[in-house]
């Protein structure tokens, strides 16, 4: 750019000059809609006619997760990011006025993409997101075009090391405090981003600090104890996601970072057995893989979707 625009640029914005926008629909902007009662939040980019993404957030994040992908693709696709109730922006009603269950939580995001009128969509399911999601496939099956997949686990050989202790909590919730208090701290917040990356310094501790705030509000410890309660019922259900795979092989592809010691590696390559056509890719990178492969993930993602999902000419 040449200097004498530089310098009328730098001086427009001195003077408060309103100045062009880049790109209008990579723009992200925020929203706010009532589903049954409750307030969901959401996040939005790209243009409305374009193919729809909804990507689902995981634990204890928010939507807010997405923040690095959103304006990496939202120059082809439409993209609508919620928080789940009691997650992020979203209202969290007390657990004596809503049922913090899985089944709740994707019951509200069926119910955001009807008020949105969105009727088929790509799933980008990350932690939480899993479960959410394949909640929504299996009750919508018409309505999902693709599966995008980032450290979603869906097979009991998933499960790192620490699905022991919990598998006790759910047991007897009463006689395992500690592993409510361990799923809520802020070590195990710092802990689900750096997982066993070698690469610390590429973590922004902003990620885990403000989880750990968001986790330490009024009412949060019975919200997640409720939910960690609940996980029982994903475990029980991957046969039925399995099944679902199967019979409805929608283009698939599986992003996985390696450095995650929740959701452990043979959980992606699980993937596999029920969708021998979906795409696997092992990331240098940890459970929130947009901490550490933010241009890996969007690379492979437009990628994928450029060949399997129309986008807008734009």
Do not use: C
């Not at 243009?47 to 304006?71: M, V």
């Amino acid at each position: 750019m040449p200097a004498r625009t530089v310098l009328a640029a730098a001086l427009a914005l001195g003077q408060g000059i309103p100045q062009p926008v880049p790109s209008v629909s990579a723009t992200t902007t925020y929203h706010r809609v009532e589903v049954d009662g409750v307030g969901i939040f959401y996040r939005e980019a790209g243009p409305r006619d374009a193919p729809t993404i909804l990507l689902l957030h995981g634990y204890p994040s928010s939507s807010r997760q997405w923040d690095p992908l959103l304006p990496l693709l939202a120059d082809r696709y439409h993209l609508i990011a919620p928080d789940y109730p009691g997650f992020g922006q979203s209202d969290a009603p007390s657990p004596t006025r809503f049922s913090y269950t899985f089944d709740a939580l994707a019951a509200a995001m069926e119910g955001l993409v009807t008020r949105l009128g969105i009727a088929r969509y790509t799933l980008f399911l990350q932690d939480y997101g899993g479960p959410v999601g394949f909640r929504m496939a299996l009750a919508h099956p018409e309505r999902v075009s693709a599966l995008i997949v980032q450290n979603a686990n869906a097979y009991t050989e998933g499960l790192g090391a620490k699905w022991q202790g919990i598998a006790r909590y759910r047991a007897d919730p009463a006689a395992h405090p500690e592993q409510v208090e361990a799923f809520t701290a802020l070590e195990g917040a710092k802990q689900r981003h750096l997982g066993t990356s070698p690469n610390p310094e590429r973590y922004n501790p902003d990620g885990w600090m403000d989880e750990y705030a968001a986790l330490s509000r009024p009412g949060q410890r019975e919200i997640q104890a409720a939910l960690l309660y609940d996980y029982r019922t994903n475990v029980a259900s991957y046969p039925a996601w399995q099944a679902w795979m199967r019979a409805h092989p929608v283009p698939t592809l599986v992003l996985w970072g390696r450095y995650d010691p929740s959701f452990i590696v043979p959980g992606a390559e699980a993937y596999l057995r029920d969708l021998p056509k979906a795409e696997l890719h092992i990331l240098d990178a940890g459970h929130f893989a947009l901490d550490e492969a933010t241009d890996d993930v969007a690379r492979l993602t437009r990628d994928f979707l450029g060949r399997h999902i129309a986008a807008s000419p734009r």
